[in-house]
């Protein structure tokens, strides 16, 4: 069921790492990432604002299981900023894999937010790294353009799409998740997880606008 929500200049669309690793043929494939391109599309012709966020990690990140001896992918580690899950290789500069799926069409995005690139900490968030402490920009960078809700779609609805619309509701947006736009990894219960959190800090999940 679509949401009646008019969509303002005040609004603005995030769409998190719609990338090639993420979907079905990548290293780190979201179960049917793919499908979420044409809904994407959709809804972006919606917002007269769109940013992209890309991750970029450089050979060799910390978050990668193949530095780290012994470890396999999907295990944690404890990093200096806390639990860190291991992941394969993937979202590497200057890759294809890094690239954006050749079938998103978001000509009028007017950023893409780079994250994900320091070698020592992983970032799901838009809005800060894992750290959280260290921010991306992202939120001054809405704040002066007087943006004061966001909406969220892309990969995953349990990790980045999930740390994106937490981050940006603590920094004082409102936001709403478009489901119909993500899917989700769903470790350990990963999914039932976000849905409690974004219940505790009022983000609103709506089918579809």
Same mark, same amino acid.
């Given at each position: 069921?679509?949401?009646?929500?008019?969509?303002?200049? @005040?609004?603005?669309?995030?769409?998190?790492?719609?990338?090639?690793?993420?979907?079905?043929?990548?290293?780190?494939?979201?179960?049917? &990432?793919?499908?979420?391109?044409?809904?994407?599309?959709? !809804?972006?012709?919606?917002?007269?604002?769109?940013? %992209?966020?890309?991750? #970029?990690?450089?050979?060799?990140?910390?978050?990668? +299981?193949?530095?780290?001896?012994?470890?396999?992918?999907?295990?944690?580690?404890?990093?200096?900023?806390? *639990?860190?899950?291991? #992941?394969?290789?993937?979202?590497?500069?200057?890759?294809?894999?890094?690239?954006? !799926?050749?079938?998103?069409?978001? *000509?009028?995005?007017?950023?893409?937010?780079?994250? &994900?690139?320091?070698?020592?900490?992983?970032?799901?968030?838009?809005?800060?790294?894992?750290? !959280?402490?260290?921010?991306?920009?992202?939120?001054?960078?809405?704040?002066?353009?007087?943006?004061?809700?966001?909406?969220?779609?892309?990969?995953?609805?349990?990790?980045?799409?999930?740390?994106?619309?937490?981050? +940006? @509701? @603590?920094?004082?947006?409102?936001?709403?998740?478009?489901?119909?736009?993500?899917?989700?990894?769903?470790?350990?219960?990963?999914?039932?997880?976000?849905?409690?959190?974004?219940? +505790?800090?009022?983000?609103?999940?709506?089918?579809? %606008?």
């Amino acid at each position: 069921m679509s949401a009646n929500i008019p969509i303002t200049d @005040r609004d603005v669309l995030l769409v998190v790492d719609v990338q090639n690793d993420f979907c079905p043929t990548g290293m780190l494939p979201v179960q049917r &990432g793919d499908e979420v391109v044409p809904v994407v599309n959709r !809804h972006a012709e919606l917002f007269r604002h769109v940013v %992209l966020t890309q991750d #970029w990690h450089p050979p060799s990140h910390h978050s990668f +299981a193949s530095v780290h001896a012994g470890q396999n992918p999907f295990e944690t580690i404890t990093a200096a900023y806390g *639990p860190q899950i291991l #992941w394969p290789d993937h979202c590497v500069q200057e890759t294809p894999g890094a690239e954006f !799926h050749e079938g998103l069409a978001v *000509p009028h995005a007017q950023l893409v937010l780079r994250k &994900g690139f320091r070698h020592e900490v992983d970032s799901y968030s838009a809005f800060y790294e894992n750290d !959280h402490k260290t921010p991306t920009g992202l939120a001054g960078y809405l704040r002066e353009r007087g943006f004061t809700r966001v909406f969220v779609v892309g990969l995953a609805f349990d990790f980045c799409v999930r740390f994106t619309a937490e981050d +940006a @509701r @603590r920094t004082g947006f409102d936001v709403v998740v478009i489901e119909e736009g993500c899917r989700s990894i769903d470790m350990e219960g990963s999914i039932a997880d976000t849905r409690a959190s974004f219940g +505790a800090l009022d983000v609103r999940l709506v089918d579809a %606008l």
